[in-house]
């Protein structure tokens, strides 16, 4: 898990995240997706489990917030100055039938 996380992390962040000042940062988020992989097994298979599911909502709060700290999610990659501008596929739909209606109205 947490190596996928690597590279879906450096794949989608490589217009702003630096490897030489960012990679540890990103190995810390890797190794608590890694953790988190495993404490969720722990809670899933022991409903008794209660320090465990603590432990797991802990851990998802820490990888939340070095997700934010990489701008991995919007409000942060724009805080971040970086956030992304891309036309959803409604709107060229929608822009290609007014296209077409203003030609054939010509």
Same mark, same amino acid.
């Given at each position: 898990?947490?190596?996928?996380?690597? !590279? %879906?992390?450096? $794949?989608?962040?490589?217009?702003?995240?630096?490897?030489? +000042?960012?990679? #540890?940062?990103? &190995?810390?988020?890797?190794?608590?997706?890694?953790e988190r992989t495993s404490l969720r097994y722990r809670v899933m298979s022991d409903p008794?489990?209660?320090? !465990? %599911?603590?432990? $797991?909502?802990?851990?998802?709060?820490?990888?939340?917030? +070095?997700?934010? #700290?990489?701008? &991995?999610?919007?409000?942060?990659?724009?805080?971040?100055?970086?956030?992304?501008?891309?036309?959803?596929?409604?709107?060229?739909?929608?822009?290609?039938?007014?296209?077409?209606?203003?030609?054939?109205?010509?």
């Open positions: 898990m947490g190596t996928e996380l690597w !590279e %879906r992390v450096w $794949l989608a962040a490589a217009a702003w995240l630096k490897p030489q +000042a960012d990679a #540890e940062s990103v &190995l810390l988020l890797c190794e608590a997706s890694d008794d489990a209660w320090r !465990e %599911r603590k432990a $797991l909502r802990d851990l998802e709060k820490q990888i939340q917030s +070095a997700l934010g #700290e990489l701008g &991995l999610n919007p409000v942060d990659r724009a805080r971040l100055g970086v956030a992304e501008i891309r036309e959803n596929d409604f709107a060229k739909l929608h822009a290609k039938i007014a296209q077409r209606r203003n030609q054939a109205q010509a």
